[in-house]
């Protein structure tokens, strides 16, 4: 059993930052895959980024690649997302996601993958 724990969230203005943080526990954290997803009101919840075990590997969505990055530090069992250049269309609750099942192929985008979930944190951007 791995619990994870997502803060950080806010309102920020577009073009600001923000940096969220996953907090886990339980078992080895340095053996899961990490990723983030979000969902926004009225929507379905859509994948963000991951991060290997180790941090090596990583991989965006789309929609955020060149302005979110994904680090993880295995020491303090937390993965971090830092969110910059924030669009009013980043506006969702962000969820926090381990993985202990090994790489489908899918580069760990769907959230059939995941095992474990926090609660989420709200992110709301203004125009």
């Known amino acids: 059993q791995v619990q994870v724990v997502e803060s950080g969230g806010g309102l920020v203005q577009a073009g600001g930052s923000l940096r969220l943080s996953c907090a886990a526990s339980g078992r080895t954290f340095s053996n899961y895959v990490m990723g983030w997803f979000r969902q926004a009101p009225g929507q379905e919840r859509e994948f963000v980024t991951v991060?290997?075990?180790?941090?090596?590997?990583?991989y965006y969505a789309d929609s955020v690649k060149g302005r979110f990055t994904v680090t993880r530090d295995n020491v303090k069992n937390t993965v971090y997302l830092q969110m910059n250049s924030l669009k009013p269309e980043d506006t969702a609750v962000y969820f926090c996601?381990?993985?202990?099942?090994?790489?489908?192929?899918?580069?760990?985008?769907?959230?059939?993958?995941?095992?474990?979930w926090g609660q989420g944190t709200q992110v709301t951007v203004s125009s």
């Open positions: 991060i290997s075990t180790s941090g090596g590997w990583t």
């Open positions: 996601a381990a993985s202990g099942r090994a790489y489908s192929g899918s580069a760990y985008s769907r959230a059939q993958e995941y095992d474990y």
